[in-house]
């Protein structure tokens, strides 16, 4: 059995991940620890799936749409008593799970986080703006402690993840998430993270989209945080 499991949701990445596999798995000698690397592709059409394969990660084909859906079809996959997140871009660098593997035990979740002290955001002034402002409107209309809700970068005890019941696809899952974490008394914590703009390729977060599925969800999240 694998000691951790990482998670990377892809969508015609394969030049990106000729890159980040070989560093994942250099961390992952460095740590010690024994570790799986979970591919999920989300219909490449290019060879982003053969290249996972080249370097012996494990491919997964998501059955359901969107971010959400990569997620829920990486942690079924998942083995491990714990479970990393991170993009397939090289925005998020490997050498950060390290930061991760050493505060596991403090938290059932752990959060990559761009906006606390320490950490840093390297983004377009426009993406930055729209981040900043979702973050701070949920963090203060769902009453949670936390600075950075949509990081996508993430730890979890692979014991929550069996008590979710995930109803979002998009990007905002990332915030149901947490909330449902929350309600349900889990321990949350932030690590500072220093955020680079993605190495190649396109981002598959369309801003308006983007901002629209986090303002459909919060009355949502409203709705569960109080009234449930």
């Known amino acids: 059995m694998p000691d951790l499991s990482i998670v ?14 070989p560093l994942i798995r250099e961390v992952i000698d460095e740590l ?21 394969h080249q370097l012996s990660a494990l491919v997964v084909e998501q059955s359901e749409r969107g971010y959400g859906g990569a997620l829920l079809a990486g942690f079924a996959a998942a083995s491990a008593p714990y479970v990393a997140t991170m993009d397939a871009d090289l925005s998020h660098p490997p050498v950060f799970l390290k930061d991760f593997w050493r505060e596991r035990s403090n ?8 906006y606390v002290a320490g ?13 900043t402002l979702l973050n701070r409107s949920y963090a203060l209309l769902l009453g949670m402690k936390l600075r950075d809700l949509s990081s996508g970068f993430r730890m979890y005890d692979r014991k929550v993840l069996a008590t979710l019941d ?8 990332l915030e149901e998430i947490l909330v449902r974490i929350h309600v349900s008394g889990g321990r949350i914590k932030e690590v500072p993270f220093h955020y ?33």
């Open 8 to 21: 990377i949701p892809a969508l015609n990445e394969a030049e990106n991940l000729r890159l980040l596999l």
């Open 32 to 52: 010690g620890v024994r570790a799986e690397i979970i591919v999920v592709d989300g219909g490449s059409t290019d060879n982003s799936k053969l290249v996972a």
């Open 107 to 114: 938290s059932d979740l752990l959060i990559a986080s761009r």
């Open 119 to 131: 950490g840093q955001a390297d983004m377009a002034i426009g993406r930055r703006i729209l981040s």
């Open 166 to 173: 995930l109803r979002a696809r998009d990007f905002d899952a």
């Open 196 to 228: 680079q703009a993605r190495q190649s390729g396109k981002s598959h977060a369309k801003l308006i989209k983007f901002g629209w599925a986090f303002s459909k969800t919060l009355l949502r999240m409203c709705r569960l945080r109080y009234w449930k």
